[in-house]
């Protein structure tokens, strides 16, 4: 007679996955395996230990081993779980779009917070250039209620993504997506009406950096999110050209930006803006810059075409 197949048991398979990511160089080995079991039997890591003697079927090991190996590989676990957190919301996340940063936290918390000042009692119009997962654009109408977004990326796929989290977390009442090329247009020619808030966390790692990132980064995550093929400055030069037609007079720009561009950026935006302000993440590092105020001149060369 045959011998019968090894059964697995909950705790055994941990041991052994933990084990193989660690081996792989996988940091909070443990937890990426805890996790990403918990994702196949559809439990959360709680029920792992109250079940840890529960054996696991035949398709159950297979998918396991197969998640496992992408994620001894190198890709996120992100991308594996299909999913992450932002903002206390939960996102769906692919290969399509960057996954969403703790730091960018900051810059959804600046624009809340001025907005709870600047614009109290006011319905807000909100513009989110370059949207990826919609993490920022959703996040700004979960918990501005009296807001209004629309967000816009270069890419159909990152847009399909974005659309999906905004009807997961009924946001897609008020967040409208489009589909624009800052590069190639004008905001104003896709949109007549000026914004509150002009938003963005462009692609700012340069040619150069990009090529140091690390390759958990590199090989999964979308370059076009991420990289200029520049010096990294290119959407602050395109933002600071187009952005003062599109805001309403007391409007306001804020953008994510690497934390040593904080004075070349602060350079580009204040040849528009008169009140140009960074602020710093957890870290400590420069995050956030905040710009208001277009200069006068500025408005009057727009005026004249000049
Ligand atoms: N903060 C991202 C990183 O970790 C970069 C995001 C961006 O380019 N907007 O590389």
């Not at 909950?10 to 160089?25: D, F």
């Not at 409208?176 to 247009?185: G, Y």
């Not at 935006?269 to 957890?282: G, H, I, K, T």
Request: some cysteine; overall charge negative.
């Amino acid at each position: 007679m045959a011998p019968s197949p090894k059964v697995w048991r909950t705790t055994e398979i941990i041991q052994t996955a933990s084990h193989y990511l660690s081996e792989k160089g996988v940091e909070n080995a443990r937890l990426n395996a805890e996790r990403i079991i918990g994702k196949v039997l559809d439990i959360d890591r709680v029920a792992l230990y109250l079940n840890f003697d529960r054996p696991l079927q035949a398709a159950e090991l297979k998918e396991i081993k197969s998640l496992l190996a992408r994620r001894g590989n190198g890709e996120p676990l992100q991308y594996i779980l299909k999913k992450t957190e932002f903002m206390s919301l939960e996102f769906v996340v692919d290969s399509s779009v960057l996954i969403p940063r703790p730091e960018t936290e900051l810059l959804v918390e600046t624009v809340l917070e001025k907005c709870r000042g600047k614009f109290a009692g006011q319905r807000i119009s909100i513009l989110d250039i370059g949207t990826g997962s919609g993490c920022i654009a959703i996040s700004l109408a979960h918990y501005l209620p009296e807001c209004h977004v629309t967000a816009v990326d270069v890419s159909a796929s990152a847009l399909a993504t974005a659309q999906v989290n905004a009807q997961q977390l009924q946001a897609d009442t008020r967040v409208a997506f489009a589909k624009l090329d800052i590069l190639s247009s004008t905001i104003t020619e896709s949109f007549q009406e000026r914004f509150d808030v002009i938003v963005s966390n462009p692609p700012y790692v340069s040619k150069d950096e990009y090529l140091n990132l690390p390759l958990e980064v590199k090989n999964f995550e979308p370059v076009i999110a991420l990289c200029d093929q520049g010096d990294g400055l290119l959407y602050y030069r395109r933002l600071a050209a187009t952005v003062p037609d599109s805001l309403t007079s007391n409007g306001m720009l804020a953008v994510e930006i690497g934390a040593a561009q904080a004075s070349a950026v602060q350079g580009i935006l204040a040849a528009v803006f008169q009140r140009v302000e960074c602020l710093q993440d957890l870290n400590g590092l420069d995050r956030v810059i905040v710009a208001e105020d277009v200069h006068a001149n500025f408005e009057h060369r727009l005026q004249c075409g000049c």
